[in-house]
């Protein structure tokens, strides 16, 4: 206060729909063209977190909206910051992330005469993002910001970018924030058609061999205690694809886990075999089906999405239905009737006995059998943030889900490089979680700058890195498709971790040895600050069930 | 299969890209795409004609309806609606095979805009149909250029696609 005679400008009216929205947080790196905004953002009780890298800013602030389920925002400058942002950008749009990403732009005058910095973000971001905006008047501003959210954080969410030119972002704004968002074009469904819950309400009275099918829709919607009640209520099992993880807990007895080309047996051959496939929020992913054409061969489709335009882009659908997952599944409930599936269930006993989730014979230190002692310490609850590669299929399958909003990966884009930001993000949204890190030598390599901005927050990040010097998923294609020519995969230049983390303050640890992983884990979670666990395995692990290109799911390769 | 959309559009700058790059992004064909402003200046209208079987219709229609741009989108294949193009075609013609041009242009009840030494410049406009078998006439003279604008299209009667027949982005 006191300040009340500083000019509004186009930057400070930024920062009063920021505060509107509720925004304490953002991610960010600074430049020229964006220090209008960092000037304004200094006046405000918004706390900004300085990253290394700016695609870190957008995966953390994407880890923070995952975990907290609200809005993640980041900042960036013009040219170079921007394009910096890229793949976190792309990241986002595939998992559907609510994040908004203000970037500086050159001034107005200067836009498209190839200015130093200067890049077209917004062409660039046009096919990664759910919306972006140029803004050339400063007028407009206040509504760009506010429908931003709007957009970001409504309907299927996805990653919104505002690019501000400098002259704007200085320009006096008198406009003030709308009361309202208005966009004739943007409408989401929320509350399913009622001639489809019925249909679908009739489709579950007749089916004998039901399977829910849960995504990350049930997730970001937070349906996940109406995806219980309906689960329990007809006697349906539940598997769920990779940003489903968690949407149901592992450990109920009606939970099969997840489906897919790497998913756990007993959920692939359930849905080979069920008669009706319910989808609650998922794509059906090209790594989820497998060959398409043999996908679910005795089922009938049900699909429930928010997004129309998902359902039939994949698979053939029998039933659609649009519409938010807890709507619907609210709308449903009272609709459908208890039922029960004695012999359906049974057979699901049987695959599981028959088909359980094994690894085979290996090195030293069995990976999944590290990730299942975690999952025991921490008791499903820890949020796990993850790399891509074998590490993250184990983490995925061998960990033990409880609860929503405790996986964290890159699932649709897979990419390497987005577990630190994410986890630093995820333990800045959830101080009173543990945050572990399950990670590959190679991942973490793509962003281990990030210990830097994890440290100089304080943060007690477990840090639990798998590490076989290799890309040992590419070396694992390579063995399948390749003829086990092993080529570009094997680091013979990495560092030493432990000693790595410690330069920066943090602590790190060994494993080497089986009976050295529990007491490193505990120590691990004993310990306040960072800790870093060089967990060492063998190059020749693999991801088990593996189901092979153009196979049905039911057709995986398991451990001898 | 072709089919004729008819889009209306927030009268934005870079609207048009947007909607070119979903067509290119993912893989569809357009045939023809036209754009110009509404009776409301803060609207344009497109009329794009796409190439493709049902479920890629389907896709494109439900991909479009997703732009926050889109205000409006309605497939108008099925709806008996006027659908015209414009075309420019510069011919050649020496003076002796003016005459048998000026028929020509007749017969399409064409006009003709320009006159050179040797080449005229035609203005048509009519379904696709005619305007082909236009240029197929013209062709044995020697076409020099051909500009069309792609179709544009308007529901007969007192039907309109306009905003107040549905205000969501939803319907398909
Ligand atoms: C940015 C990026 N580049 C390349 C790839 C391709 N890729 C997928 S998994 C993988 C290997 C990952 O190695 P590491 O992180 O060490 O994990 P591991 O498989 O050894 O557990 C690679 C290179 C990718 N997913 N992302």
Redesign the pocket.
């Known amino acids: 206060m006191g300040q009340e005679t500083r000019m509004r400008t186009g930057a400070r009216a930024v920062m009063e729909v920021l505060e509107a929205e509720g925004v304490e947080l953002v991610f960010g790196y600074p430049g020229g063209a964006v220090l209008p905004l960092y000037h304004e953002l200094a006046q405000t009780s918004i706390r900004h977190v300085l990253v290394r890298h700016e695609q870190n800013a957008v995966h953390a602030a994407s880890g923070y909206a995952r975990t907290s389920g609200r809005t993640g925002v980041c900042f960036a400058t013009s040219g170079p910051g921007a394009t910096n942002l890229v ?1 976190g950008i792309a990241t986002a749009y595939m998992d559907s992330v609510p994040v908004v990403i203000f970037t500086g732009q050159v001034p107005t005058s200067m836009v498209g005469s190839d200015a130093f910095q200067e890049t077209d973000i917004t062409g660039i971001t046009l096919p990664i993002t759910k919306h972006n905006y140029l803004v050339k008047d400063v007028d407009e501003l206040p509504r760009i910001v506010k429908e931003a959210f709007y957009i970001a954080g409504t309907g299927r969410p996805g990653p919104v970018l505002i690019d501000i030119p400098k002259d704007v972002a200085l320009a006096p704004c008198q406009t003030p924030i709308p009361e309202k968002v208005e966009l004739r074009g943007y409408k989401p469904t929320y509350q399913g058609h009622p001639g489809q819950l019925r249909a679908l309400a009739r489709l579950l009275k007749e089916a004998r061999r039901p399977l829910l099918f849960a995504g990350g829709g049930v997730i970001a919607s937070g349906a996940e205690g109406y995806l219980r009640e309906l689960a329990e209520k007809i006697q349906a099992p539940v598997a769920t694809s990779l940003t489903g993880l968690g949407a149901f807990p592992e450990d109920h007895p009606l939970s099969l886990g997840m489906v897919g080309l790497h998913g756990k047996p007993c959920a692939n051959h359930a849905v080979m075999e069920c008669d009706l496939l319910v989808g609650l929020g998922v794509r059906f992913d090209d790594r989820v089906t497998g060959a398409v054409e043999k996908f679910a061969p005795q089922a009938k489709i049900a699909h429930v999405d928010i997004d129309p335009a998902e359902i039939g882009k994949n698979v053939r659908v029998d039933l659609p239905l649009v519409g938010d997952i807890g709507c619907v599944l609210k709308e449903l409930l009272p609709l459908v009737e208890p039922a029960r599936h004695p012999v359906w269930l049974e057979r699901i006993k049987t695959l599981r006995n028959n088909y359980p989730l094994t690894y085979g014979p290996g090195g030293e230190v069995r990976p999944q059998w590290v990730i299942e002692r975690l999952g025991e310490m921490t008791r499903g609850r820890a949020i796990i943030a993850t ?6 299929m184990w983490a995925a399958l061998f960990y033990g889900y409880t609860e929503p909003r405790t996986f964290i990966s890159s699932c649709g884009l ?4 987005y577990g630190l930001p994410a986890a630093i993000g995820a333990a800045l949204a959830c101080p009173d979680k543990q945050v572990w890190l399950i ?6 390599q ?1 962003a281990m700058a990030e210990i830097g901005t994890a440290v100089e927050q304080g943060l007690p990040l477990k840090i639990l890195l ?1 590490n ?1 010097e ?5 070396r694992q294609l390579q063995h399948f498709y390749y003829d086990k020519r092993y080529t570009a995969v094997k680091f013979t230049g990495n560092p030493d971790f432990v000693r790595l983390v410690e330069c920066y303050g943090a602590k790190g640890l060994r494993i080497t040895k089986q009976e050295e992983v529990v007491p490193v884990l505990a120590q691990a979670m004993q310990e306040e600050c960072l800790v870093l666990i060089d967990c060492r395995i063998s190059e020749e692990e693999m991801v088990y069930p593996m189901v092979l290109n153009g196979a049905a799911l039911n057709e995986m390769l398991l451990p001898e | 299969m072709k089919r004729t959309l008819s889009v209306l559009v927030e009268n934005r700058p870079g609207v048009l890209t947007r909607v070119a790059g979903l067509f290119s992004r993912r893989g569809y064909n357009i045939d023809s795409l036209a754009v110009g402003r509404t009776e409301n200046p803060s609207i344009s209208r497109m009329t794009i004609v796409v190439d493709g079987d049902e479920q890629i219709i389907e896709q494109v229609c439900k991909q479009l309806n997703k732009l926050i741009d889109v205000i409006k989108l309605s497939d108008i294949t099925d709806d008996p609606h006027v659908g015209r193009e414009l075309m420019l075609i510069k011919v050649n013609a020496e003076p002796a095979v003016r005459g048998e041009i000026m028929q020509i242009v007749d017969i399409f009840r064409a006009r003709i805009v320009d006159i050179a030494r040797n080449s005229l410049i035609i203005e048509a406009t009519g379904d696709a149909d005619k305007i082909d078998a236009l240029e197929n006439a013209l062709r044995p003279f020697g076409i020099r250029e051909v500009v069309r604008t792609g179709k544009i299209a308007m529901l007969r009667g007192a039907k309109t696609k306009g905003m107040e027949a549905s205000g969501d982005g939803t319907g398909d």
């Open positions: 793949t790399d891509v590669g074998q590490h993250q897979g990419t390497m490089g990670t590959g030598d190679g991942s973490f793509m798998f076989n290799s890309l040992a998923m590419v």
